[in-house]
C-alpha cells in the first residue's frame, strides 16, 4: 500500500476539482484562466512523472511501472493539448459553461488510473470512471441535434460494450476465482481451455473494442467524431485510443497471457475485418472530422494486427505507434480547430487552396495526416513499420497483405485532402491568421513527428525494453 | 581520403538544398535557382570523382559508411557503392543536372516549391542506390516516389490529377508488398545467426532454402518489377510521363525507373536460387515490354505518350539483359540502364522545350520544324539515332552487349527481340519525318530555337554523355562490370548447386 505511487493521479483530481471551485468565484470574461489552470495542472502531474518509483498501491489494485508511466506520459501530452485546444475553441461557443475543462482534466486521471490498473475491478471502476466523463464531454454542446445525436450513440454502445465486458470479467472470474491480473494468469496457467473460459476472452475481447473503435463496437466513432466538439473528438482519437490499448496490453498481455493461443486468430480476425471496414468506408467521406475518424478504424485495426502478433515487438509496435498517433491528431485537430474558427467549414473541400492561405496550417494537415497514413520519414511511417515487423515475424501473412493493401486505400483517401490543399485554387483568398502560441505549438509537433521519423532510435530502444518488462 | 563521406555529400547536398530553400523568399527566383544549380552541380562534380577514385580492381561494396540507428532492431545507416550502384548515381546526377536546368526553362509559377521537390526526389534516389541497409533502402524509396505526387500534381500538363494519384498508389504498393518480403528476409537471416539486423551485405552473405528463395523472390520481383515497369503492371507509367512537366519526366523515365531494375538486381544477389527459378519468365515478360510498349508507342500521335511507352519498350531489354545471368548480358544491361537514362532524359527535355511554347505535344500538329529550331532539331535526330541503337551512341554498345548475352541464353528471344529495334526506329523516324521535316507549316512561325546557355546546356550535355560512352564506352562498363562479375559469378554458382 502506497499511496505516493498514485500522485500524478491525485495531481490531476485535485486540478480538476479546482477547477470546478473556481468556477464558482471567477468571472465569466476569464474562462481562458481554467485552461491555464488545467495545463498547469497536468504540467505538475508531468513534472511528478519521473520521480515515481515502481511497485503497487492501494492493496494490488493499481501499479506503477515503466509501461504506465510511459501511458501516463502519452496522457500528460494529450492533456496539455486538448485542453489547449478547448481554449482556441471555446470562443465560438454560446452556451458555453466552464465545467468542460474540469471533465477533460477527470477524464484525463481517468486514463492515468487505468494505465496502472492491475485488477478487473480497479479496471473496471476506473473505465468507468472514464467512460462517464467522456459521455458528458461528447453530449456538450446540447443545443445542437447532431451534438446530442453524438452523445446518445456514444452511451447507448459504451454501456453495450461494458455489459459485454462485465459479464466476460465475470466468467474469467467464475473459472479462476481471481480478479487481479497476474493471479488470474497464474490461475490460467493450469487451466484447460473450456467452453467457459473461452467466452469470456471473446466476450471481454468484444467490450474492449469500443475504446479502441474497432469493429465490432466502432459504430459510434464517425458520429460522434463529427458531432462532438473538436477538442472531445482530439481526446477521444489520441488519449482515449491510447487508455483502450494499454488495458488492452494489460489484459491480454498479462491476465489472459496463457490463453494466447485461444485469443491470437480471434484478434487476428478483428484486425482485419477492422481494416478492411475503417480504410474502404474512409474513402468517400467529404467532412475530414469524418474521414479522420473512419481513419482510425483503419489505425485501430493496424493496432490489433500488432497485439495479434502477441509478442514483444508487438508490445513495443504499439507504444511506439501511439506516440506517433498522438502526435499526428493533436497537430491534425489544432489546424482543423483554426481553420473552423475561421472559415465555419470542416468539409474537404472547403480546405481547397488552403497552402496559400495559411502555409503553416496546410503544412500542418499535411505531417499529421501524412504521418498517420504512414509516409516516409515521419514518424507514423516508422510505427507502421514495426506493425509490420511484428506481423511478418509471426507469420501472419494474411493480415500483413491486408495491411499493406489498406495501407495503399489510407495513401489514397488523405492525398485527396492533401490534393485539394495544395493542388487546388482556394475560392476566397483571404489568408487566415494564426496566433503566436498556436504557431509554436504547431511547430513544435511537426518537428515531434517528423523527429520521431527521422531518428526513431532512442523511442525505440525505450519501447522495446518497455515491452521486454510486459511479460 | 579514409573517412571522407563522399557518399553522403552526394546525398546530402540535395538534401542540404532543400532545407535552404525553407528559408528562401519565394520572390528571389534567382536565389532559388543558384541553390539547386550549386548543389546539383556538387553532387555532379563528386559523382565523377566517385567514377575515377572507385577501385575497380578491387571490387565489391567501398566507400562504406555505417552509423548506428536503431540499435535494438539492428537498423543502422549504411552506405556504399558497388560498380553497379557507381553508375547509377553518375546517372542521377547528370539527370538531375540538366533537369534543374530544364525546369529553369520550364517552370514559371511556385518555382521555389518545385526545386524542393525536385532535389527532395533526387536525394531519395541517391540514398536507394547507396543503402546497404534494407530499411533505409526503402524509406528511400518511398522518398523517391512519393515527391512525384505533388510533382505532377502542380507542375503537371493535362489529366494530371489523375495520372499522380495513380502513379503514387501504383509505386506505394509495389513498395508494401516487396517491403513484406524484405521484412521476411530479415526475420529468416536473423533466425539463422541469432543476430537481427537490417545490413544487406549480412543478409547477402547467407544462404538459405531454394524453396524459400522462390517464395520470396516473388514479392520482391513484383514490388520492384512495379517500378521498372514490368509488364503487366506498367499502365501508371506512360500516364505518368505524360502528365509530368519534363524535368520530372526526365527523372521519371531516366532514373526512377532504373531503381526498380536495381532492386530486382539486388534481389538476385540475395536470393541466386530464386533469381534462377524466375528469371526465365522475367525474360518471357519482358519481350511483352518490348512489343507491347513499341506497338503503342507506334500508335501514339502524342510524343510524350510516345516516348513513355518507348521507354518501357527499352526496359524491356534492360531486363531480357538482367534475366540472361551471364556477365555480358547483365552489363549490357547495367549500361543499358545508364544510356536509356540519359538518352530519355533528352528525349523529355526536348519535347518539354517545343511543348512549352506550342503547347501542343501531338505528332501531326507539327510539320517541317527543322527550318525554325535547327537546333532543337537536330538534337532531337540525335535522340531518335540513340533510341534506335544507331552504332557511335551509348545504346548501340548496350543493346549489342544484351543481345550478344541473350543468344547464349534464351536465343530464341533474342531473335523475337532484335526485331523490336526495328519497331523503335519506326516510331522514332515516323515521328522524326513528321515532327522537323517535311513542309514547314506558318502557324509555327514564332517557335523559337534554343539560344540561351541556360537553353542549350541541358540538351549538349546529355548529347555529349551519349556520344562519349558511345565512343569509349569502357570508362563506364569497366566499372560496372566490377560489380557484375561477382553478381553473375553467386548466381551462377547457386544454379550448379
Known sequence: MNLFRLIPEFIMLGTAFLLLILELFLPKGSRKAFGVIGILGTVSAAISLPYQDYGLALAGLFVQDQMSIYFKWLFVISSVFVLYIVMLYEDRITNWRGEFYSIIVFAISGMMMLASTTDFVAFYVSLEFLAICL???????????????????????????????????????????????????????????????????????????????????????????????????????????????????????????????????????????????GNLAAMPQKDLKRLVAYAGIGSA??????????????????????????????????????????????????????????????????????????????GGFIAKFYIFMAAVKEGLWVLAVIGALMAIVGMYYFLLVIKSMYLRQPTNPAPIHVDMTTRGLLYFVNAATILLGVYPGPVTDLVMSIAQGVF | ??????????????????????????????????????????????????????????????????????????????????????????????????????????????????????????????????????????????????????????????????????????????????????????????????????????????????GYQIKVFLPLLFGFGVLVPLAPFHSWSPTGHAA????????????????????????????????????????????????????????????????????????????????TVNIIGVNGAVLLMFAHGVMTALAFSLIGFVYDQAHTRMIYDFSGLAKKVPF?????????????????????????????????????????????????????????RDVFFREPMEKWDDLRDASTFVERLPFVFLIAVLLIVGFYPSVIVDVINSGVVPLVNKLNAAQIG
Not at chain 2, 543502422?76 to 546526377?93: K, Q
Not at chain 2, 511556385?110 to 541497409?133: K, N, P, Q, T
Not at chain 2, 510498349?293 to 500521335?301: D, H, I, N
Not at chain 2, 535526330?381 to 540513340?386: E, L, P, S, Y
Open chain 1, 135 to 277: 459521455y458528458v464531454l461528447a453530449a456538450f454542446l446540447s443545443d445542437s441535434r447532431v451534438t446530442s445525436e453524438a452523445g446518445l450513440k456514444y452511451l447507448i454502445t459504451g454501456a453495450l460494450a461494458s455489459g459485454f465486458l462485465i459479464y466476460g470479467i465475470s466468467f474469467i472470474y467464475g473459472a479462476t476465482g481471481a480478479t487481479g491480473f497476474a493471479e488470474v494468469a497464474k490461475a490460467l496457467q493450469t487451466a484447460e481451455p473450456t467452453g467457459f473460459v473461452i467466452i469470456g476472452i471473446v466476450l471481454m475481447v468484444l467490450g474492449l473494442t469500443f475504446k479502441i473503435s474497432s469493429i465490432p463496437f466502432h459504430v459510434w466513432s464517425p458520429d460522434v467524431y463529427q458531432g462532438a466538439p473538436t477538442p472531445v473528438t482530439a481526446l477521444l482519437a489520441a488519449a482515449s485510443k491510447a487508455a483502450g490499448f494499454v488495458v488492452i496490453l494489460r489484459i491480454l498481455y498479462v491476465a489472459l497471457w496463457p490463453m494466447k493461443a485461444e485469443w491470437m486468430a480471434f484478434v487476428a480476425v478483428i484486425s482485419g475485418i477492422t481494416l478492411l471496414f
Open chain 1, 301 to 378: 485495426g493496424y493496432l490489433l494486427m500488432a497485439v495479434a502478433a502477441a509478442s514483444e515487438l508487438g508490445a513495443g509496435a504499439i507504444m511506439f505507434y501511439l506516440l506517433t498517433y498522438i502526435f499526428g491528431i493533436i497537430g491534425t485537430f489544432t489546424a482543423i480547430v483554426v481553420f473552423h474558427n475561421s472559415e465555419g467549414s470542416d468539409l474537404v473541400e472547403s480546405y481547397s487552396g488552403l497552402y496559400k492561405r495559411s502555409p503553416l496550417l496546410a503544412f500542418t494537415l499535411f505531417i499529421g495526416l501524412l504521418s498517420i497514413a504512414g509516409f516516409p520519414p515521419l
Open chain 2, 1 to 210: 581520403m579514409e573517412g571522407f563521406p563522399i557518399l553522403s555529400l552526394i546525398m546530402l547536398s540535395p538534401l542540404a538544398a532543400v532545407i535552404l530553400l525553407l528559408f528562401v523568399d519565394d520572390a528571389r527566383v534567382a536565389l532559388v535557382r543558384g541553390i539547386a544549380i550549386a548543389s546539383t552541380s556538387l553532387s555532379l562534380a563528386l559523382s565523377l570523382y566517385l567514377l575515377f577514385i572507385y577501385d575497380k580492381v578491387k571490387g565489391g561494396f567501398q566507400f562504406i559508411e555505417k552509423i548506428e540507428w536503431v540499435q535494438s532492431l539492428g537498423i543502422s545507416y549504411h552506405l556504399g557503392v558497388d560498380g553497379i550502384s557507381v553508375a547509377m548515381v553518375l546517372l542521377t546526377s547528370i539527370v538531375i543536372f540538366t533537369g534543374v536546368f530544364v525546369s529553369w526553362v520550364g517552370i514559371k509559377h511556385r518555382i521555389r516549391e518545385h526545386y524542393m521537390f525536385l532535389l527532395l526526389l533526387v536525394a531519395g534516389v541517391y540514398g536507394v542506390f547507396m543503402s546497404l541497409d534494407l530499411v533505409f533502402f526503402f524509406l528511400f524509396y518511398e522518398l523517391a516516389v512519393i515527391p512525384m505526387y505533388p510533382l505532377i500534381g502542380i507542375w503537371g500538363s493535362a489529366n494530371r490529377e489523375y495520372a499522380t494519384m495513380n502513379l503514387t498508389l501504383y509505386l506505394s504498393l509495389g513498395a508494401m508488398i516487396a517491403l513484406l518480403g524484405l521484412l521476411s528476409l530479415y526475420f529468416t537471416a536473423g533466425s539463422q545467426t541469432g543476430v537481427y539486423t537490417f545490413d544487406m551485405l549480412q543478409i547477402a552473405s547467407l544462404s538459405y532454402e531454394s
Open chain 2, 244 to 323: 509530368a512537366p519534363s524535368a520530372v519526366s526526365m527523372l521519371h523515365a531516366g532514373v526512377l525507373m532504373k531503381l526498380g531494375a536495381y532492386g530486382i538486381l539486388r534481389a538476385m544477389w540475395i536470393l541466386p536460387e530464386g533469381a534462377q527459378f524466375w528469371m526465365p519468365w522475367v525474360a518471357g515478360l519482358s519481350l511483352i515490354n518490348i512489343f507491347y510498349g513499341g506497338m503503342v508507342a507506334m500508335s501514339r500521335r502524342d510524343m510524350k505518350f510516345m516516348i513513355g511507352y518507348s521507354s518501357s519498350s527499352h526496359m524491356g531489354y534492360v531486363l531480357l539483359g538482367i534475366a
Open chain 2, 376 to 432: 532543337v532539331a537536330v538534337a532531337f535526330a540525335i535522340m531518335g539515332f540513340a533510341s534506335s541503337g544507331l552504332p557511335g551512341l551509348a545504346n548501340f554498345v548496350a543493346e549489342l552487349m544484351v543481345f550478344i548475352g541473350a543468344f547464349k541464353e534464351y536465343p530464341v528471344h533474342a531473335i523475337i527481340a532484335v526485331f523490336g529495334i526495328i519497331v523503335t526506329a519506326t516510331y522514332m523516324l515516323r515521328c522524326m
